[in-house]
Nanobody
Framework: QTTLVESGGGSVQGGGSLTLSCVAS????????LAWFRQAPGKEREGVAV???????KYSDSVNGRFTIARDGAKNTLLLQMTSLKSEDTATYYCAAGSNICTFNADLYPYWGQGTQVTVSA
């Protein structure tokens, strides 16, 4: 079974925080690369954060220092802790898995969740 199910999105005021969760099936949770992407209306999907292997992480410049990606092995869950949220963070957030090359190239990830909406008001 290959499933990714995101949750935790919602509406928040600028400066606030949210934590997104992505529960993965065991097969996908064992992926070398697990990532978060986002897509705002009218814009291309962009990489936000990648968890590589057993502990290496990478962030886009736009979220570095504000977002933290983490794995909870006990729950097969990928987390994205978001702080100091800005209106430009408004987007649908997706988790992705299945790539062995941990980049922000969405084409390299064959498995995707359905997305969870994050709306940040000014």
């Amino acid at each position: 079974q290959t499933t990714l199910v995101e949750s935790g999105g919602g509406s928040v005021q600028g400066g606030g925080s949210l934590t997104l969760s992505c529960v993965a099936s065991p097969l996908l949770y064992s992926s070398y690369c697990l990532a978060w992407f986002r897509q705002a209306p009218g814009k291309e999907r962009e990489g936000v954060a990648v968890f590589e292997g057993v502990g290496k992480t990478k962030y886009s410049d736009s979220v570095n220092g504000r977002f933290t990606i983490a794995r909870d092995g006990a729950k097969n869950t990928l987390l994205l802790q978001m702080t100091s949220l800005k209106s430009e963070d408004t987007a649908t957030y997706y988790c992705a898995a299945g790539s062995n090359i941990c980049t922000f190239n969405a084409d390299l990830y064959p498995y995707w969740g359905q997305g969870t909406q994050v709306t940040v008001s000014a």
